[in-house]
């Protein structure tokens, strides 16, 4: 059975900084075929923000490009977002997600964690 787990969201003004982390249990994150962050904000479609697929190639979503990286930790099996300058329209809950990259892209990964809440204050 696969989970993803995920911790860090909070509370903060804008360009501070967070670290998002998900621990999976299921799958390997080091060699699945993506795995990474996808968001939803209220009222907004889901957005993938970064993933990583099992080469190690990362990917980003324009509006987080310079600011958010995505990482992984193979030993540990978890995958990290590092978020920095964070800006009001970065609010939302952030979902670990894993899947085919074409799904994982779409918005609708085959595995997704129950998400943390991130919010940013101006």
């Known amino acids: 059975q696969v989970q993803l787990v995920e911790s860090g969201g909070g509370s903060v003004q804008a360009e501070g900084s967070l670290r998002l982390s998900c621990a999976a249990s299921g799958l390997t994150v080091s060699s699945y075929i993506c795995s990474g962050w996808i968001r939803q904000a209220p009222g907004k479609e889901r957005e993938a923000v970064a993933h990583i697929n099992w080469v190690g190639v990362t990917t980003y979503a324009d509006s987080v490009k310079g600011r958010f990286t995505i990482s992984k930790d193979n030993a540990e099996n978890t995958l990290y977002l590092d978020m920095n300058s964070l800006k009001p329209e970065d609010t939302a809950i952030y979902y670990c997600?894993?899947?085919?990259?074409?799904?994982?892209?779409?918005?609708?990964?085959?595995?997704r964690g129950q998400g943390t809440q991130v919010t940013v204050s101006s």
């Open positions: 997600a894993a899947g085919p990259c074409g799904n994982f892209l779409a918005g609708s990964p085959n595995y």
